[in-house]
């Protein structure tokens, strides 16, 4: 796959952008769209605009390229007029309509607004459903649920274990790491081999979590992978789980994607927009408490009130 811009489309091979510079959530519920751009453009060199490090999970979307995007702060980093058709999959705010029409393609693909014709943008409906919806106005066939991964080549380090994914991009996201050590004991004696998984920054709360887990009699050491796996192989081991306990983060989103059975804790995002799809999941929150402030250092009251037993019970209730 493509990790720089080191062509730009020509006669032969015309060029798509689609502009996303989020997430690995925000790719994974993107997946949809990106599979009806690549049906109907065929002929066309696609690349995904996002973030650097996230060039391991498009190889698992397959036949999309990449251009590294860190934001946008600045116009992409495309010569004016190369791109054939642009793709606004990021939002519908002034700052991505405007790097897209930095472009000068020949042909956009946005919601609406101000000189640029597509669908009213709407809330409250699912993120997989909002993309293919665009789409599907700009008469490009889509279908949300066509959401499903490839394997990656890796092998995952512990198939069949339960995956608890400790971090999150946010605090309002961040469930405490007591209740997760107290799943993973009451998971572990119940004969669960427990994988402790999350970024590199999110060390520090996968170690805490062993600690107290080691505390009342589970030693979680050998299962402690957070911060030590690529990209390619944390997707390994979430398509090989026995069942995944997790936030509203991309963990909870490559379980729906492998088909994983999934305990979701949601807090401040809608989960009408967010939430997995059709399958092995079951969604724990309190919506009547939710406050909703995605970016808050603190954790959502909605996903407060969601406790150990709750977490354990939907694990039951999934027969994993």
Known sequence: MDTALDSYGNQDQPLLLALRALKLGDLLVAVPALRGLRRAFPEHRILYAGPAWIAEALELVGGIGHLPTPGLDHPLTVPHGVVDVAVNLHGNGPESRLRIQELGAGRIVAHASAGIDGPPWITGIPERERWTRLLNWHGIDADPLDFRLHRPEVPSPCPGATVIHVGAAYGSRLWPVERF??????????????ALTGGTSERARAEETAALAKLKGANLDDGLLA????????AATIAEARVVISADTGAAHLASAYQRPSVVLFGPAPVEEWGPPPGPHVVLTAVELRRGDVFSAEPDPALLAVSAGDVLEAVEKLGC
């Not at 799943?183 to 004969?191: D, F, K, N, T």
């Open 181 to 194: 050590a107290d799943v993973a004991v009451q998971l572990a004696a119940a004969g669960h081999r427990i």
């Open 227 to 234: 911060g030590r796996q690529s990209l390619a192989e944390f």
